[in-house]
């Protein structure tokens, strides 16, 4: 099927597949870490940004992020019933050895990802699109702490995700960029069906495709939560957990095959 291009790269983040785990170590340039706790995460900030920010600003910085995640934790926990019992880990990487170590791990650019840890690319500050990437990697890390054994397909895990980081910056709905970019591709013929984006992440994809993948995941859950509510997004995803079937879980929370679903959201975009 043609693909229509995009120019959008990712600023924000993702989950990466179990399989790329291996590449991931947990030592800094030079092996060491400093760590600071909150209560519900542990930082381990790369020795590195220190050098870089200076010891004060790599102290604010900690702060900063922590106080954040405990923000988007209570958020979470309000408006997704996820509340993860563990602590969660995330590591802060000096953004030059993010880069030189990450790289090879996606096709496309990425400021942080999910993999047993949040990952995330260091900064000076607490940026809104660190705060974005932030959230999203946190959905993550949830849905993992409530099913480790339970692969989610990238469709439901990174449109949650971006439905939940684009609600904690105030967003409540698609922007009418984002509504008319997924029109245009409709018309085209050229969306992905839920089964292409049912791989467990869109690390592989091309860029183009990656940006319409998060981008038509988002807009699905997005179609979900316009048309049926906030509460039934919280019953499908708790059904998916339970019982580990889509199918099931679709009907249970919006009393529809998940196919008739799809397609209704595939109509409300025009898609031939």
Request: proline share 3%.
């Amino acid at each position: 099927m043609q693909r229509v291009a995009f120019s959008l790269l990712l600023a924000g983040g993702l989950l990466l597949a179990p399989t790329a785990l291996l590449a991931i170590g947990d030592s800094g340039a030079d092996g060491r870490f400093e760590r600071r706790e909150s209560f519900h995460f542990t930082l381990f900030q790369d020795v590195d940004l220190d050098e870089s920010a200076g010891i004060r600003g790599s102290r604010h910085f900690e702060q900063q992020v922590l106080r954040e995640l405990e923000s988007a934790y209570d958020r979470l926990d309000s408006m997704l019933k996820l509340r993860p019992e563990r602590k969660i880990d995330v590591y802060v990487w000096d953004p030059g050895i993010f880069d030189e170590r990450f790289a090879g791990l996606f096709r496309f650019s990425a400021a942080g990802f999910y993999g047993s840890a949040i990952h995330i690319r260091g900064d000076e500050r607490v940026t809104p699109a660190l705060i974005r990437v932030l959230h999203h990697e946190l959905v993550h890390a949830a849905f993992d702490a409530e099913a480790p054994r339970l692969v989610l397909p990238a469709w439901m895990n990174e449109g949650i995700a971006e439905w939940f980081e684009a609600r904690a910056l105030g967003k409540r709905k698609l922007s009418g960029g984002e509504r008319a970019a997924l029109e245009r591709v409709a018309k085209q013929g050229s969306l992905f069906s839920l089964a292409e984006l049912g791989t467990p992440s869109f690390g592989g994809f091309s860029p183009d495709a990656a940006a319409l993948a998060y981008l038509q995941s988002y807009g699905f859950i997005d179609y979900l939560v316009q048309r049926h509510g906030e509460d039934e997004l919280v019953r499908f995803w708790s059904a998916v957990v339970r019982s580990q079937s889509l199918a099931r879980a679709a009907r249970r929370a919006y009393r529809a095959d998940l196919a008739d679903l799809e397609n209704d959201f595939r109509r409300s975009l025009g898609a031939r």
